[in-house]
């Protein structure tokens, strides 16, 4: 995987971004080390939205995230407001399931 990772960011700098930042692992757990964020964008489906990708939001984010099993998915836009998540469920959609850890925490 960390081949994947130098070509993700080999390709980001050849197209001239800078501010872009590429890491491997499971996004269950995002990425704290960076938290806290504005913006969360998920791109494969759990079960329900992890903790930890709550955690990392920061005071006024959003957070844009598939929830639920396979043919069965909503897309939520979450936002962080006085320490409460704030959910609203946007369409019907269909993304790949979230694997790792995701499928651990039930």
Not at 5 to 10: G, L, P
Not at 28 to 44: L, M, N
Not at 56 to 76: S, Y
Request: aromatic share 8%; charged share 25%.
């Amino acid at each position: 995987m960390f081949w994947k990772s130098k070509n993700a960011e080999a390709t980001l700098q050849r197209l001239g971004y800078k501010n872009v930042h590429v890491k491997v692992g499971d996004g269950y757990r995002g990425w704290p080390e960076h938290a806290p964020f504005d913006a969360i964008t998920v791109t494969c489906a759990p079960d329900h939205v992890p903790h930890p990708l709550i955690e990392q939001l920061k005071e006024g984010g959003r957070m844009i995230i598939p929830v639920g099993g396979f043919g069965n998915q909503e897309l939520f836009l979450l936002e962080k407001k006085n320490g409460q998540l704030q959910r609203r469920a946007v369409l019907p959609v269909r993304f790949v399931p979230m694997a790792g850890e995701a499928t651990e925490k039930k």
